[in-house]
């Protein structure tokens, strides 16, 4: 049996990583590290950056892999599907390759593993799948929700109202009727730019809690053109962009 640890490693500043998962890291004999393309380069950067402090001396190995890209020409959800397939296979051969039976091997995963991430559901299929024997357990991060919220020091709720998680591309679709405060991810089509910014602040943030943090917030119709001209320069500099934003219904 393989043992695998899904460890949050949070979103980005490495003082927000917590005791219990540089406990779990100091138990992993081999990371697997994400690498491909600038975005997973400059996270990969930081996941070694988070070893060196929290492991220095450590005798881990890491190894690195490229993660498949998903087909964004098959409709979301079989795209989604076949793509977490190729993403279990690659799973399968490293686990093969690299991790000896008995060992723990571990994944760095960016903010906490319970949200808009896969690993664990991937896992789960290459448990599953039986040609591997592994078990795997899961260690909490701090979101990139917390880091926004943190940083433009408000409530992520108002007093007994729900809140939504959304994706950029669910947003495009819509804006949730029910909640008055919107959590946005994922969103590589600017989809707050497309919704009635009548009655909206919006508390948006890019790179949260890494040197590069960039927070912008106000009334959506006055600080969208702002937010689209700062995302297109920053995405422009370091060519990737991870950001999240609240929308709050005012009133
Ligand atoms: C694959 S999801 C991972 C979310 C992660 N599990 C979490 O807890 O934050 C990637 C999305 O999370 C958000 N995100 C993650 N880290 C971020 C950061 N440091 N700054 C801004 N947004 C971030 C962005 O919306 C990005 O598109």
Do not use: C
Not at 119 to 125: M, Q, Y
């Amino acid at each position: 049996m393989r043992k695998i640890l899904v460890i949050g490693i949070g979103p980005g500043h490495p003082d927000q990583i917590t005791l219990q998962a540089v406990d779990a890291m100091r138990a992993v004999d081999v990371f697997f590290i994400p690498g491909k393309g600038e975005e997973k380069a400059e996270l990969a950067a930081i996941r070694h950056a988070m070893l060196a402090r929290h492991l220095p001396g450590g005798r881990h190995r890491t190894v690195g892999f490229d993660v498949p890209a998903r087909d964004a020409s098959v409709p979301y959800r079989a795209g989604v599907s076949a793509w977490h397939d190729e993403i279990g296979a690659a799973y399968e051969q490293l686990f093969l390759e690299h991790l000896e039976d008995g060992e723990t091997g571990g994944f760095l995963v960016w903010g906490d593993p319970s949200i808009y991430d896969s690993t664990i559901r991937i896992l789960d299929a290459v448990r599953a799948h039986g040609v591997v024997r592994i078990d795997y357990d899961v260690i909490p991060g701090v979101t990139s929700i917390q880091q926004l919220t943190a940083a433009h020091r408000i409530p992520l709720n108002t007093i007994g109202n729900a809140v939504q998680v959304t994706s950029g591309r669910r947003l495009a679709e819509q804006l949730p009727a029910e909640a008055d405060s919107v959590v946005v991810m994922l969103d590589g089509v600017t989809a707050f730019a497309s919704v009635d910014p009548a009655g909206l602040d919006i508390f948006w943030g890019a790179y949260l809690g890494t040197p590069d943090e960039i927070l912008i917030a106000g009334p959506l119709s006055e600080v969208k053109d702002e937010i689209l001209r700062v995302r297109a320069e920053a995405r422009e500099r370091k060519g990737w962009m991870f950001d999240t934003y609240l929308l709050r219904k005012r009133g």
